[in-house]
């Protein structure tokens, strides 16, 4: 099966208390994907970050932001799942607040995924392997878009990472004020690969690539605000990303 992925997106970061994020994967996995997606969601990925191990990174999408609102009401407030399960979810939670809204940067740039989610009771770690890169722009957003589509992404193709989606931040106001989104503006791409090595094999060769390092990520420094953001991700086994 291939979908189309909703275009309302959160891209969240939670950092754990150590020694807990398999708990939480496996109460994530087992507990709250069906029954956020009974609600109105989509839930798109669950990772764990590679050079974080206190770090789970996950994604959900929505229909419009009112379907947003409505959902995560009927999930935190009013769901069962959430509230039998809460108490054992936080226990595992430091910070839950690093939060992205984001909207597909294109008409064609949000996610588009092939395949079926594995059962509930899965526990089979796929080989696959995600980037998933966080820019600040410094100018307005189209324009950035304009310009990593015309200079950026070539050569992410030339060193085997062509984006699979890539979103901007929705400036549009909170649904559901109990969970914070973030404020800064940002550029999301993500990339997918087969393994760890063809990812590590991506990034060492657009280290090495001189229309890289001497055209464009000059070009790209003097359009962002603050150092860019890169995690390295490994989909849990339930993941529909993979």
Known sequence: MTENIWPVVEL????LRPGTRD????????????????????????????DDPDRFVWIRAFPDLATRGAALTAFYVDGAAWRTHAPAARATMVDTDNALLLQPASATSGFTLAGERPGVHATDLPQSRVLATIYYPDTPPAEFAEF??????PVLVETGAPPIACYLTDPSPN??????IRAETVFVWFALFDNADRRAEHIDRLADSRAWTAE??????????GPVEQLLLSPTARSLLR
Do not use: N
């Not at 464009?216 to 605000?225: A, F, G």
């Open 12 to 15: 969240r970061q939670y950092t």
């Open 23 to 50: 708990v939480l994967i496996e109460l994530f996995d087992r507990e709250f994907v069906e029954t956020q997606e009974a609600v109105g969601m989509r839930i798109v990925a669950q990772f764990r970050d590679e």
């Open 148 to 153: 990593f589509d015309k200079r950026v992404r």
């Open 175 to 180: 649904t559901f004020a109990p969970l914070p």
């Open 216 to 225: 464009v990520r000059p070009e790209l420094t003097k359009r962002l605000s």
